[in-house]
């Protein structure tokens, strides 16, 4: 399982864009970079998922580079409800049961201040 | 559509003692998972369940065990409680066979908070 290194913390004003860097050095050819948000006292909650190049959503942009050892998830105009950790994963897809598991690192804590 | 749902919300124990934790798959979903959540950490992979077996497991000792019925349904039990069991525990639940085969199938439930005295 490919190992992930992330910012321990980040603060950012409310209506900024808010960046977060993950590395991924050892990412594997099948490898999926997956980002997670979450609350405290609460499950993650998926974000957003991509394999290269730009994928977006309605919450978040993710943008992987062509080498993809790194991986910038991106928050548009972020509010107070947005504050929480931030955990990014690599790991293959499921391809049958049982095959997979979630390898979380310590996340990026996200402070949105007013 | 129910999500996962995850039994007791809290819970208190004492060392030595023995708990059990249960977890209710969202509809649908035929694999569960079970992490355990320190304080300040990222969720750390326990083991999980599909067809009510163990079909692969985290770096936990077997003080940690689990069961899945027919129904998906999932329980987490713990032997000889020590303070370091003392997380947020969570369930998460999944598709075996998804179409697109995507790892973000996963989708966690809210939690079991366990303090062990």
């Known amino acids: 399982l490919a190992k992930t290194t992330q910012p321990i913390s980040m603060d950012s004003y409310e209506g900024q864009e808010v960046n977060i860097t993950c590395s991924h050095n050892n990412i594997a050819t099948n490898d999926y970079i997956t980002w997670y948000q979450q609350f405290p006292s609460q499950g993650p909650r998926f974000i957003i998922q991509?394999?290269?190049t730009k994928v977006t959503n309605e919450v978040a942009s993710l943008f992987i580079p062509a080498d993809r050892k790194s991986s910038t998830l991106s928050l548009p105009r972020v509010s107070l409800s947005d504050t929480a950790v931030y955990y990014c994963l690599v790991g293959e897809p499921d391809s049958g049961a049982g095959s997979y598991q979630l390898t979380f690192g310590k996340g990026t804590k996200l402070s949105v201040i007013p | 559509d129910a999500g996962v749902t995850q039994s007791p919300t809290h819970l208190i124990k004492t060392r030595g003692q023995q708990v059990t934790l249960r977890c209710s798959p969202k509809s649908g979903h035929d694999t569960v998972s079970w992490y355990q959540q320190a304080l300040g950490q990222g969720p750390q992979f326990i083991f999980q369940?599909?067809?009510?077996?163990?079909?692969q497991r985290g770096n936990f000792p077997d003080r940690f065990s689990g069961h899945q019925f027919p129904n998906y349904s999932s329980e987490l039990n713990v032997n000889a409680l020590l303070l370091g069991d003392s997380a947020l525990y969570l369930c998460a639940s999944s598709l075996a066979y998804s179409s697109g085969n995507l790892i973000d199938t996963q989708y966690f439930g809210p939690g079991t908070r366990l303090t062990v005295l």
């Open positions: 369940y599909y067809e009510e077996e163990e079909r």
């Open positions: 991509g394999y290269k």
